[in-house]
């Protein structure tokens, strides 16, 4: 039997447990990196920020100054349904997202999360909580406008309120 380079089955493992995460619902990383990327939304019609794997990212309005205030609390469990888009290094920015508009920023439960031009961002793929029915595929919006709190974010990094 003809020994396969170490090189060559560690990238096989890599690459087999990105696709194990993605096929789980874990955002796609690179290593540890996160990728935030654009995509073209055929409901809304125009490009919107996704994540590595299509999902849709949304910002809540209630988060303020940067952070994020959507938490596993006691009454609304927020974080359970809006699963924040967490990294463990800086965010890599695809093909039409500005790289300059991409942070982390800490959250209260020493995670780090994404953001784009100061907007936490988050994936709709919880539980159904109050209403909401979560994204199961990339291309899927059914947290857009959601409570009038939760929209998508154009590439310019503003809130998309239609």
């Given amino acids: 039997m003809k020994r396969m380079p170490a090189l060559t089955l ?11 995460a993605t096929a789980i619902g874990a955002p796609t990383t690179l290593g540890s990196q996160t990728l935030v990327k654009a995509a073209f939304n055929k409901t809304l019609k ?3 920020l996704v994540d590595g794997r299509g999902f849709t990212l949304y910002m809540y309005t209630e988060d303020y100054g940067g952070k994020s205030t959507c938490y596993n609390d006691a009454t609304y469990h927020c974080s359970k349904a809006w699963l924040p888009l967490r990294t463990t ?14 942070r982390v920023v800490k959250r209260t439960d020493g995670a780090s999360q994404v953001s784009y031009n100061g907007h936490p961002l988050y994936t709709a793929e919880g539980p159904n909580t109050f209403g909401l029915t979560p994204d199961k595929k990339p291309g899927q919006i059914h947290g857009q406008g959601f409570a009038s709190i939760w929209y998508v974010l154009s590439l310019k990094g503003a809130p998309i309120e239609k």
Wanted: aromatic share 0%.
């Fill in 89 to 102: 290094a800086a965010p890599r920015a695809g093909a039409g997202v500005n790289a300059s508009l991409l």
């Fill in 46 to 48: 125009r490009m919107i």
């Fill in 10 to 20: 560690a990238a096989l493992l890599a690459g087999a447990l990105v696709l194990s």
